[in-house]
């Protein structure tokens, strides 16, 4: 079973919006950071953005700053990346992961979801 579950992905014309979200399948226990990454083919996954426990605190990969924003729910159960202005190369499978901090690297995540497919056409 994978423990977190993604949704929201689509095709969206370069200019538009998604929002992608989140949520754990199971109890995950001792994950208080979640972040979104994203792995387009051919290139290695990369960051783009985390959101602390409390939600307080977000980080942003330079790529999608300003344009790109996590939120996460009253409950911290739930996950959000509202993505507008979309470019091209944005296109890629969205993953997202939970873990203790959170940080701008993968492997510091102990739990990732299956990945959404977002496609951007110009």
């Known amino acids: 079973q994978v423990p977190l579950v993604e949704s929201g992905g689509g095709l969206v014309q370069a200019g538009g919006s998604l929002r992608l979200s989140c949520a754990p399948s199971?109890?995950?226990?001792?994950?208080?950071?979640m972040a979104w990454f994203r792995q387009a083919p051919g290139k290695e996954r990369e960051f783009v953005a985390a959101?602390?426990?409390?939600?307080?605190?977000?980080s942003y990969a330079d790529s999608v700053k300003g344009r790109f924003t996590i939120s996460r729910d009253g409950a911290k159960t739930t996950v959000y990346l509202q993505m507008n202005s979309l470019k091209s190369e944005d296109t890629a499978v969205y993953y997202c992961?939970?873990?203790?901090?959170?940080?701008?690297?993968?492997?510091?995540?102990?739990?990732w979801g299956q990945g959404t497919q977002v496609t951007v056409s110009s």
């Open positions: 959101i602390n426990w409390n939600g307080d605190s977000t």
């Open positions: 199971r109890r995950i226990f001792g994950s208080v950071a």
């Open positions: 992961a939970a873990g203790l901090a959170p940080t701008q690297v993968p492997g510091a995540y102990s739990f």
